[in-house]
């Protein structure tokens, strides 16, 4: 891709059990930011309520699909994206709408300045409508991104954001372990160690409920305190 290029930008989506929501977050991404190219990789992730069932029924030639037999958690399905994706940029997009596709134009401004490798989108840094839902997942994920920022030595708002944005070169070399939500401090030690030119812009928030079907729960967040020691102190 030269400066004048416009990227092509692929979106990978993980998604387990997401029946009602699958459809709309592929047809909003696919109509979101129609001045770039899009390819869509949706990783069914072993789901169990009909979201195979919806997919299946998808055909976009700008849409891929590939699927898990067994749910083997957000890591695993962010490792068979990454593999799959022939873009330039990369974003990570959430199968739930919390995020907004239409934000992808904020996300990328750095990368397309050439500021920047890698853009994390902040729902802590003040911008757009935010859902007011649990004050304990705040605590948490404030504490989660101090204790990362105390590792890493970068000043993050959001370490446990969805919306991350890798150049594709950005990625290269960085070999991921984690199956689950371990992958989100997995990844920012990963990056960081690498020296690589971190930006972070301020984004909406939409969040869900557990009945609405939130996943991550407070084990997640135990699991992440050990990641965050694992990866910045250990080879890793």
């Known amino acids: ?31 979101s930011n129609p001045e770039f190219t899009k390819e869509i990789i949706v990783v069914d992730d072993g789901s169990s309520d009909g979201t195979s069932s919806v997919l299946a029924k998808i055909d976009y030639p700008d ?18 994206g990454f593999a799959n994706a022939t873009g330039d940029i990369i974003i990570i997009q959430d199968a739930d709408l919390e995020y907004d596709p239409e934000e992808y134009r904020v996300l990328l401004k ?22 007011v839902l649990y004050f304990w997942h705040y605590v948490g994920n404030r504490f989660l991104t ?7 030595n970068i000043n993050l708002t959001d370490m446990e954001t969805c919306y991350k ?32 030119r ?3 812009v301020p984004i909406s928030y939409y969040g869900r409920t557990y009945e609405e079907g939130k996943k991550i729960n407070w084990k997640d967040g135990l699991w992440a305190l050990w990641c965050i020691v694992k990866y910045n102190l250990g080879a890793g």
């Open 110 to 131: 750095p990368i397309m300045d050439g500021r920047a490798d890698v853009v994390y989108g902040s729902r802590f840094a003040g911008h757009g409508a935010h859902r």
């Open 63 to 80: 849409v891929r699909v590939f699927s898990h037999k067994q749910n083997s958690g957000k890591g695993s399905a962010l490792k068979t």
């Open 165 to 196: 944005v890798f150049t594709k070169q950005a990625l290269e070399g960085i070999v991921l372990k984690e199956k689950r939500f371990g992958i989100e401090p997995e990844i920012t030690a990963k990056i960081a160690k690498k020296g690589l």
């Open 198 to 200: 971190i930006y972070e």
């Open 1 to 31: 891709m030269t400066k004048n290029e416009s990227p092509v930008l692929s979106i990978v989506i993980p998604a387990y059990n997401e029946r009602d929501t699958i459809a709309g977050v592929i047809e909003t991404v696919r109509q």
């Open 146 to 152: 101090l204790l990362s920022n105390l590792f890493t």
